[in-house]
C-alpha cells in the first residue's frame, strides 16, 4: 500500500491553494493531477460526477437554512438585546463590558452557529462601546474575537452540522456534546478577562436595580428560545436538522418582522442574497470534499493512516495529542470548513479503530478549528476584529495569548475528559 497517491493529492491541492486559487478549483485540480497521474485521462468524468452525488442528500439543505436563520436574527435586532441582558448581568463586575462581551458571544452563539457572524454582530455594538469606556482599541478586538470562538461549539452550529453529514453521526448528539464545551470555553475567556482588567484597572458600570434586569431579560427572551426550538426539535427527534433549520428561518421571520420590528421586507432580499452567497461557498466546497472522500476511499488512505498511528502508539489519548497538533497547524493553514471536509473522511477509520468516540472527535476537530480562526496567517475571524476596532493588527495579535492559553485549556479539558462532551448526549438521547 503506498503513500504516494495519497501524497499527491494533497500537495497538488495545497500547491494551487497557495498560489490563490479558490479553494473548490484547487480541489477539483488536484483531484484532475490525482486522475492524470493514476488512472489516466479517460476517468476525468468521474470527479464532476462524484461532485453532484456526493451533494445529492436532502440533509445537506440545513446549511443554507442555519445560514439564513443566523442572517435574519442578526438583522432582527437580537444582538442590541443580548448585550443589555448580558450587561445588566455582569456589567458591575470589574472589567464588566469584557466580560459583557464573552458572556454575549456565548448566549449569540445559540443562534448564529457561526464564528464570523458572531464577530460581525457582537463586535459591531461592543467594540466601539468598550473603546468610549476606555479599553484599548486592540484589546476589545482580540476578547470579540476570543469570544466569537465558542459560537461555533455551543448549539447549534453550523460546523458540527457539515460533521455529522461527513461523518454520517447524529446531529443531535453532536448538538448536546458542543454544549459543555462550549460553556467551559466561556469560563476559561472570563477567567483571563476578570485576571486583565483586574491588573489593568478597566471600568466597570453601576450595578443595575432588578427591575431593569428583569426588564432586559424579558426584552431577549423571544432570542433566547430560538436555540431551544433547534435543539430540542432534533434531538426530540421530530424534526430532522433541514427541517429545524426551516423551523428557525420562519421563527427568525416572526420576531425579526413582527416582534422586535426591526427587520423590514426591503432588507430581505438582500439578507437572502448574502446568506446565498455564504451557503453557497460552503456547499460547493463540501461537493469538491466529494471527489476528494471518493479518492481517498479508492486509494484506502484510510487504512494507511490506521498502520501509520498505530506504528506509533496505540494508545487513543496519544493519537488524540498527535491529532490535535496537527488540527491546530492545519487550520493554520486553510479555512477551518475546508481542514474539516478535506481531513476528516481520512481520519475516521482511524478513529473508530483506535476506539475514540466519533461525536466526541467531532467537538475535539470543531475546537480546535475554532482556534484555528483567531491565529495568524488565516485567522479570518481575528483580522475581522482587526478591521472592526480599526487598530494595528500587530497590536491586536500581542493582547491574544491570554485567551489563546483559555482557550487551549478549554481543548485539553475536552480532549482528555470525554464525558464534558458525551454525558448530555447519553442523558438525553439513545445510542
Known sequence: MSVWPLLVLILAFLAFAMIGLPVFISMGLASVVYCA????????????SEMVEFLNNFAFLAVPFFFLAGDLMNAGGITRRL?????ALIGHIRGGLSHVNIIASMIFSGVS?????????????LIPAMKEEGYPGAYAAAVTAAS?????????????????????ESIGRLFLAGAIPGVLMGAYLIIASYIICKKRNYPARPRPPFKQVLKSALDAAAALIMPLIIVVG??????????AGVLAVVYALVIGLFIYRELKF????????????SSGYVLVIISGAGIFSYLVA??????????????????RWVILCIINIF???????????????VVVPMLMPLVRSVGIDPIHFGVVVTLNLMIALVTPPVGVVLYLATYLADEPFHLVVREMPPFLIALILSLICVTFIPDLCLWLPGVFMKP
Do not use: H
Open 327 to 341: 488540527f491546530l497547524v492545519w487550520g493554520c493553514i486553510l479555512e477551518p470548513m475546508t481542514a474539516m471536509v
Open 113 to 125: 452557529g457561526s464564528a464570523v457572524a458572531d464577530t460581525s454582530a457582537v463586535g459591531s455594538v
Open 37 to 48: 497521474v493514476f488512472w489516466g485521462s479517460s476517468s476525468f468524468t468521474t470527479i464532476p
Open 148 to 168: 466569537s470562538t465558542i459560537g461555533p461549539v455551543i448549539p447549534p452550529s453550523i460546523p458540527l452540522v457539515i460533521y455529522g453529514l461527513l461523518t454520517e
Open 83 to 87: 448585550v443589555n441582558f448580558s450587561t
Open 298 to 315: 479508492e486509494m484506502r488512505a484510510g487504512e494507511m493512516l490506521v498502520q501509520f498511528f498505530t506504528s506509533i502508539s496505540d494508545s
Open 234 to 243: 432534533i434531538v426530540s427527534g421530530l424534526v430532522t436538522p433541514t427541517e
Open 266 to 277: 426591503k432588507d430581505l432580499l438582500g439578507i437572502f442574497s448574502r446568506s446565498m452567497i
